[in-house]
């Protein structure tokens, strides 16, 4: 298939109906392979038994108590971190910009070290919470190192590495310095669903939530994000509101993600190209696509993660960071090379 073909295939509804299927079925065999493999055995019949309610005995509360819970998790986290890093690559016009590579996720996960340092006993609201202060102060400090809203792409590229790369070394430091407190965020700061239960997936369902309905009410706005700012105000349109508008979108998404799974590498980065290479660039195709990807690729890699230490869990991360550190090095010599 050539080029010029594949973009006429993109636009064709019989495409995009398959290619809504294909991530919706990919999305539900990754829930049927992480509610049924893992490290107890569950038969096909406890697995339907326990999420029909036929059943109340050890397996049946397993897994509505432990892998269901964290199977949707992963799923909600993934959604949030893709369509954060979708919004991230549209509001700075980059196509390697992501909350993780921009520091955003590390602002985030340094405030929630911080809240740990100081009392060991954080609620998952007050962690989301410290999140979103976090991942804020995070955005502020690229913008400010940047210079602005006005910054090219490169120079904007330059201050989030930065950042990131300070943001994560304090948090590492804090954590050496407050062992006893913050021991366990060891694993948690690599990135792991490992330990989701339905308190996490009921705290962080509100954010996703409403996180999309925002998302659904900027969608005719988005648009702009293309146009340079003093060509959006020329045609009386407000770029920079609707800028803001996505940056806080991010910190709301990433932040919260961030705060109950810890900084998940580089499905923010990832899963938006894929989907728009499968897609093109029409956001009200390319946006809920990139959902669907970004619940599926997470799902799978925290069922995988299950495995690399079998019998014990590894973190998600592990597994994120091993598929998406090759990723970068190709979108990044491909940018080098020229093409688009």
């Known amino acids: 298939m050539t080029d010029r073909t594949f973009p006429e295939k993109q636009k064709r509804p ?64 993934g959604m949030q971190l893709a369509i954060a890093g979708l919004l991230t690559q549209l509001a700075t016009r980059n196509p390697l910009a992501s909350p993780h590579v921009f520091g955003i996720n590390a602002g985030a996960a340094l405030a929630v070290v911080c809240g740990l340092a100081a009392s060991a006993g954080l609620t998952a609201t007050q962690s989301v919470l410290l999140a979103f202060a976090g991942a804020a102060a995070g955005a502020a400090l690229i913008g400010a190192l940047a210079g602005g809203g006005d910054s090219h792409p490169v120079r904007l590229a330059l201050a989030g590495i930065t950042i990131h790369f300070l943001l994560s070394s304090l948090t590492e430091g804090l954590i050496l310095l407050n062992a006893h407190t913050t021991e366990s965020v060891l694993f948690w700061l690599v990135g792991s669903v490992s330990q989701a239960g339905w308190l996490q997936a009921r705290t962080l369902l509100p954010f996703a939530a409403g996180g999309m309905l925002l998302l659904l009410l900027l969608l005719p706005s988005l648009k702009l994000l293309a146009l340079d700012d003093e060509l959006a ?26 705060a109950l799974c810890g900084p998940i590498g580089f499905v923010c980065l990832i899963v938006p190209h894929i989907a728009r290479a499968l897609a093109g660039h029409r956001l009200p195709v390319l946006i809920p696509l990139t959902a669907l ?39 990044a010599l491909r940018k080098a090379g020229g093409k688009p």
């Not at 059943?55 to 199977?71: C, F, M, N, Q, V």
């Not at 799902?299 to 970068?328: C, H, K, M, N, Q």
């Open 233 to 258: 105000a020329g045609l009386g349109q407000k770029a920079k509101a609707v800028r803001a508008g996505a940056i806080v979108l991010v910190i709301v998404l990433a932040g919260s993600a961030v």
């Open 14 to 77: 019989a495409f995009l109906l398959f290619l809504f299927g294909a991530a919706c079925f990919a999305l539900a065999a990754g829930f049927a392979c992480s509610l049924k493999w893992g490290t107890a055995h569950v038969t096909w019949r406890e697995l339907l038994e326990a999420l029909t309610l036929r059943g109340e005995d050890k397996a049946h509360l397993y897994i509505r108590s432990l892998r269901l819970p964290r199977t949707l998790t992963a799923c909600l986290v």
């Open 293 to 331: 990807l970004g619940g599926a690729l997470l799902v799978y890699a925290d069922w995988l993660s299950r495995f690399i230490a079998f019998p014990f869990e590894s973190p998600v991360g592990i597994v994120t960071s091993a598929v998406g550190a090759p990723f970068f090095i190709y979108m």
